[in-house]
């Protein structure tokens, strides 16, 4: 787990790698987006019939978690500590108002309390050190303090019990391979009075997978079929937990 997450993101570099590298066409990221896009679409549409929410996306980096749902939520409000992450997403048209938020310290107030609300942290979790995690729930608890307050959807992108675990041996010592086991996520959540009440995988191959021309195919075909079943959540490399307040 890196203890200097935040400061990565402070670099243009790194801001270019993220959007022009890890998401190209034909790449692994590319190919769960579009698989979490259809989720997450279905999703908003199935639970807000009343009134269609504000997406509230924390460590929004370049807007990606936002441009997923354009649309379909009544407007959308996005939070980072980078501001070149912000910069990028203005760049790209996000249609959002972008906020500045301070790395560390009290957690930030959100823009808007109105609602119902579509709280989304996605890629944090997995590298964040536990600070930084329990600051981004609590974050979604301000917004959400009771049960039909709306939604909270966090990524776990390294399931432990996924194939992805396999590759764990090799890349020891690299700060960038961090694992996290659905218990850990549900134990997170529940520290901020959620609860999980639907969990989805997006992909069962991992990301190598994707790079070999010859494996690519088949890899998306499975995967395509495996995201309609919650079973396979469980052993898929990146999951989606949709959690509510517990009710008091």
């Known amino acids: 787990m890196r203890t200097d997450y935040a400061e990565v993101f402070q670099s243009e570099a790194a801001v270019e790698k993220y959007e022009q590298v890890v998401y190209a066409p034909e790449t692994y990221a590319t190919a769960v987006s579009g698989r979490q896009r259809a989720f997450l679409r279905r999703l908003v549409r199935r639970e807000f019939t009343a009134r269609r929410p504000i997406q509230h996306d924390f460590a929004c980096g370049t807007g990606r978690a936002i441009k997923l749902l354009h649309g379909v939520v009544r407007a959308a409000h996005g939070y980072d ?3 070149q992450m912000l910069a990028k997403a203005r760049e790209a048209g996000v249609y959002a108002k972008l906020h500045q938020v301070s790395e560390d310290g009290p957690v930030p107030e959100p823009a808007t309390t ?3 609300a579509l ?3 996605f890629r944090l979790l997995l590298n964040a050190p536990k ?3 329990d600051r981004a729930i609590a974050f979604a608890a301000r917004l959400l ?3 039909d307050s709306g939604l909270l959807v966090v990524e776990n992108h390294g399931n432990r019990s996924s194939l992805r675990h396999l590759r764990h ?3 020891r010592g690299n ?3 961090a694992e996290l086991q659905h218990a850990e996520v549900e134990q997170l959540l529940a520290r901020h009075g959620f609860e999980v009440i639907d969990r989805r995988g997006f992909a069962v191959f991992p990301a190598g997978a994707y790079r070999r021309e010859w494996l690519r195919p088949m890899a998306r075909r499975a995967d395509d079929l495996a995201t309609r079943s919650r079973r396979l959540s469980g052993v898929a490399t990146d999951v989606l937990y949709v959690a509510r ?4």
Do not use: L, N
Not at 245 to 248: L, S
């Open 114 to 116: 109105d609602g119902p």
């Open 175 to 177: 700060t960038w391979f």
């Open 131 to 133: 600070d930084v995690r």
């Open 81 to 83: 500590s980078s501001e």
């Open 169 to 171: 041996r090799r890349h």
């Open 245 to 248: 307040r517990i009710p008091k």
């Open 119 to 121: 709280v989304t942290v």
């Open 145 to 147: 303090p009771e049960a």
